[in-house]
């Protein structure tokens, strides 16, 4: 089902940055709202970003949304060893009329 | 403290029944739009379904692959969300969350992210 299309890993050096992208198509992410969810296993997903850039209280800048066309991308500054984890974009889609999840990005902190 | 707490997983066989719940605190449920997510094993989240608020008229709806088969209800007396699940199949195998939506845009539509996650509530189908 997923249409959002995510890579499946990206990894890099403590306090490095990394961005993770999620491709959609034109029924969705252009002219939805695009949210943000990090998964440690065996743990509930946690919102980090909503309406494509906004974050939660609570949530520090190091993380941050940003959305063009029809991707969207996380990025995370100041990588830390608790930051690994299933990262997962998701946005409604108008045609299907449904949510539609990404298919997850594990990342590596190296 | 805003919690949700899931209950009603287990183990059933192919074509049976079951009914989840979704305990709400520390907030008003009829004030929120509700989602049901899973998780099966070794995949990714799927989105299950969503219960509107009495502005949206109560409206329900569904994701392909439980569409016609599941029922989504709510009772605010109980300060409760439900998940009737019907004629399950063994792809239904998936720990079950439901989450609240809070955020909405300037017409009271959701701006469709889920800030609070209830901890899951495993479902297995097999025979």
């Known amino acids: 089902q997923s249409v959002l299309t995510q890579p499946p890993s990206v990894s890099a050096a403590p306090g490095q940055k990394v961005t993770i992208s999620c491709s959609g198509s034109t029924s969705n992410i252009p002219n939805n709202h695009v949210s943000w969810y990090q998964r440690v296993p065996g743990t509930a997903p946690k919102l980090l970003i909503y309406?494509?850039?906004e974050r939660p209280s609570g949530i520090p800048a190091r993380f941050s949304g940003s959305k063009s066309a029809t991707s969207a991308t996380l990025g995370i500054t100041g990588l830390q060893a608790g930051d690994e984890a299933d990262y997962y974009c998701a946005s409604w889609d108008s045609s299907l009329k449904i949510v539609l999840f990404g298919g997850g990005t594990r990342l590596t902190v190296l | 403290e805003v919690q949700l707490v899931e209950s009603g997983g287990g183990l059933v066989q192919p074509g049976g029944s079951l009914r989840l719940s979704c305990a709400v605190s520390?907030?008003?449920?009829?004030?929120?739009?509700m989602d049901w997510v899973r998780q099966a094993p070794g995949k990714g989240l799927e989105w299950v379904g969503r219960?509107?608020?009495?502005?949206?008229?109560?409206?329900?709806t569904y994701g392909a692959s439980v569409k016609g088969r599941f029922t989504i209800s709510r009772d605010e007396s109980r300060k409760s969300l439900y998940l009737q699940m019907n004629s399950l199949k063994t792809e239904d195998t998936a720990m079950y969350y439901c989450?609240?939506?809070?955020?909405?845009?300037?017409?009271?539509?959701?701006?469709?992210?889920?800030?609070?996650w209830g901890q899951g509530t495993m479902v297995t189908v097999s025979s």
């Open positions: 309406d494509n850039n």
């Open positions: 989450s609240r939506l809070p955020y909405y845009d300037t017409d009271g539509d959701s701006l469709d992210a889920a800030d609070i």
């Open positions: 219960s509107r608020t009495k502005n949206k008229k109560y409206s329900i």
């Open positions: 520390g907030f008003t449920l009829s004030d929120h739009y």
